[in-house]
């Protein structure tokens, strides 16, 4: 399917999906967060596809929000419209495990939506910010939520109110990125990574996914439970079998997803 705003790559089980606005650098109007959502909707539904990647250009992740658009808009068309509800929730549905290979500026929505990924690899030319509080706003799509649990009050407070950038150095230290790399390898690396999931079970890789979401919602005692019920229910599954019975024989495990 053809998109404007994104382009769309499956190759080895891996969707890569780019953001490509790059005469706004990249940033975040209705119709690419809609098409973003159609695409990452489509790689849910095909069982080609093992892991997602949502990426940028060099100099922009995403620069935020789409100013310009916003700027026409009243609190009325906001709140009446339910602005990027419809958007981030359909990103948020996604059970597949998805990766932010992020380069350049990741700033406002553009922060957000790699948070709203599963991990993010960075490149050394990152720089995250939430500088909304510049336009007389606020951050919107988890930058108060979703930062403050990966960083922090103290990191999440500095970046929310005084506007200024964290470099990529500071993000792996704070716990916003997982690992840091030169920029010309981010696309090899976050690649590499997701490889390396495509070639885990499916049923392992979900349910992961799902259990560390839990932490971020659930009192731990609740969150560990659902943990533990999720480990117990694996042992129903053909893959727990082979992956346990690989290891003794000493070979490779193959994973079919049963
Ligand atoms: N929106 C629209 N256009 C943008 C943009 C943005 N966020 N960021 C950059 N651009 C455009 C610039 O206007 C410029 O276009 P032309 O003027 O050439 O037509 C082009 O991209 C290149 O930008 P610059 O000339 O400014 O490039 P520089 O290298 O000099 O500076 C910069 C790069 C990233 C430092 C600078 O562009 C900048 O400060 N951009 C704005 C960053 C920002 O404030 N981001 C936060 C936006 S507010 C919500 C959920 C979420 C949100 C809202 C609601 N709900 C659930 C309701 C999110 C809000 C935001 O993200």
């Given at each position: 399917m053809a998109y404007d705003s994104i382009l769309v790559d499956i190759d080895n089980h891996i969707c890569t999906v780019r953001l490509n606005r790059p005469d706004a650098l990249n940033a975040l109007n209705i119709d690419l967060l809609r098409e973003l959502g159609k695409a990452l909707g489509e790689a849910q539904k095909n069982?080609?596809?093992?892991c997602i990647i949502i990426t940028g250009s060099e100099k922009a992740f995403?620069?935020?929000?789409?100013i310009k658009m916003m700027s026409e808009k009243s609190f009325t068309d906001v709140f009446m419209g339910d602005l990027f509800t419809p958007e981030e929730d359909a990103i948020m549905r996604i059970r597949k495990p998805i990766i932010a290979a992020v380069s350049g500026y990741a700033l406002g929505g553009g922060c957000e939506l790699a948070m709203m990924c599963d991990f993010i690899i960075a490149s050394d030319t990152a720089k995250f910010g939430q500088p909304e509080v510049n336009l007389g706003v606020m951050a919107g799509m988890g930058g108060t939520q979703r930062l403050t649990r990966l960083v922090g009050r103290a990191k999440s407070m500095d970046m929310n109110l005084t506007g200024r950038f964290m470099d990529a150095e500071e993000a792996e230290r704070a716990g916003l990125v997982s690992r840091v790399v030169p920029c010309k390898k981010l696309i090899d690396e976050a690649t590499g990574a997701a490889k390396k999931i495509a070639e885990k079970s499916m049923i392992s890789v979900m349910a992961i996914k799902e259990a560390v979401h839990r932490s971020d919602q659930l009192p731990l005692s609740e969150a560990v439970l659902f943990e533990r019920r999720l480990f117990h229910s694996m042992?129903?599954?053909?893959d727990q079998s082979e992956g346990m019975a690989a290891f003794i024989e000493k070979r490779e495990p193959q994973f079919r997803d049963k």
């Open positions: 069982d080609k596809v093992r995403a620069a935020g929000a789409d042992f129903a599954t053909e």
